[in-house]
Structures are given as structure tokens and as C-alpha cells.
T-cell receptor
């Protein structure tokens, strides 16, 4: 069974540009989460999809971030326009169900904004 | 979210058992205790979770104190591949909240 995959593995963009990160969850997992770790900080939750609906987006830092999950399969996280403080590693995770179920993480996308 | 307290770092010799402690004195009755680990350059990886009783799986064991205010993750035989940051997380029906975790070094 394939795990959670993320693309690209690394992205370097200039301040003001747009970047789109993609996450493919484990097949059959309705729950999809985005997290990120910015330099020197802990991993922080961004948002949670159940199928195509946003269940919780309380962690989204501002309106420059837009997450979508059309059709309830893969998800994209767009940053527009990117700022220097957006640099970090963005992780996607999926789980079979909500609540106490374990989450399976992808390898992350390292975003560098220069 | 309730807080957990873990040592910043621990060291173990290869093939010896490792006991990683976690204090969570403000745990609520519905909080599960989850452990994840993050190996270098990888995403976090689920290790184990429990509510009240001790739990075992192929990766580790979780020992939970009777009052649930602390727990211990036990790696029975540490290998070099176990070198990682280990996170103890209390979880209700909420997303994962990561702290700083414990950085485990394994010495050959």
C-alpha cells in the first residue's frame, strides 16, 4: 500500500511568487491534514479536511494560504503571495477516521522563500 | 490542549532498552496518549497510543501510570534506526499538537 506522498519535495521561490504544494493521501483515507514547521519552531497544525470539506482550518496563518481538496482525493495548498516567513517544511497526513486514529505523514515539502 | 513535558534529549546504547518519559499532569479523562517520532529528514511517524492500559505493538510498548499523569515509551532494544525525536501528545478529538519532544541518540 502506498503511503502519503507530497510534491514537490523541495521548492525555492522568490518573495511575492506563488507556490502550490500537493498531497496525495493513502487511498481510502477520508481525513487529510496539513501541518508545517517553520524554522526553529514546533510542528503546527494548519487544517483538516474530511473528504472535500474543511473540518477545521483554525491553524491557517492568514488569507495568503488556500487549501483545496476537490473530489475528496488529493489536496493542494497554495501560498500566494509567498513571504519570507512562510519558509519551512509542510507536512501532509491522512487518517482513516477522525478522533483518536493514528495519522500517517508524508515526507514533507521544504519551501524556501528568498 | 493539555501540555506534556519531556526531557530535551536522551542517549542510549545500541541493543539496550530505552525508557522515554512523559509527564502530563493536566490530562483529561478523554485524552489519549499518543507517541510519534520523527527521523531525520522524514515526516512524523506514528508509534503507539493508549488510554489507560499498557499497550504493546511491534515498535514499542507504552506504560501508563495508574493516575494517567505520566507515561513511558519503551523501546525494548534500541537500534541506530531508532535515533529520532520522540513526541508525546495528548489527544482528544483534535489535531495533533507537537511539542519539542525528546531527541534520542543511539550509540553503537
Amino acid at each position: 500500500e502506498a503511503g502519503v506522498t507530497q510534491f514537490p519535495s523541495h521548492s525555492v521561490i522568490e518573495k511575492g511568487q506563488t507556490v502550490t504544494l500537493r498531497c496525495d493521501p493513502i487511498s481510502g483515507h477520508d481525513n487529510l491534514y496539513w501541518y508545517r514547521r517553520v524554522m526553529g519552531k514546533e510542528i503546527k497544525f494548519l487544517l483538516h479536511f474530511v473528504k472535500e470539506s474543511k473540518q477545521d482550518e483554525s491553524g491557517m496563518p492568514n488569507n495568503r494560504f488556500l487549501a483545496e481538496r476537490t473530489g475528496g482525493t488529493y489536496s493542494t495548498l497554495k501560498v500566494q503571495p509567498a513571504e519570507l516567513e512562510d519558509s519551512g517544511v509542510y507536512f501532509c497526513a491522512s487518517s482513516q477516521d477522525q478522533g483518536y486514529y493514528e495519522q500517517y505523514f508524508g515526507p514533507g515539502t521544504r519551501l524556501t522563500v528568498t | 490542549d493539555a501540555k506534556t513535558t519531556q526531557p530535551n534529549s536522551m542517549e542510549s546504547n545500541e541493543e539496550e532498552p530505552v525508557h522515554l518519559p512523559c509527564n502530563h499532569s493536566t490530562i483529561s479523562g478523554t485524552d489519549y496518549i499518543h507517541w510519534y517520532r520523527q527521523l531525520p529528514s522524514q515526516g512524523p511517524e506514528y508509534v503507539i497510543h493508549g488510554l489507560t492500559s499498557n499497550v504493546n505493538n511491534r515498535m514499542a510498548s507504552l506504560a501508563i501510570a495508574e493516575d494517567r499523569k505520566s507515561s513511558t515509551l519503551i523501546l525494548h532494544r534500541a537500534t541506530l534506526r531508532d535515533a529520532a525525536v520522540y513526541y508525546c501528545i495528548l489527544r482528544g478529538n483534535t489535531p495533533l499538537v507537537f511539542g519539542k519532544g525528546t531527541r534520542l541518540s543511539v550509540i553503537a
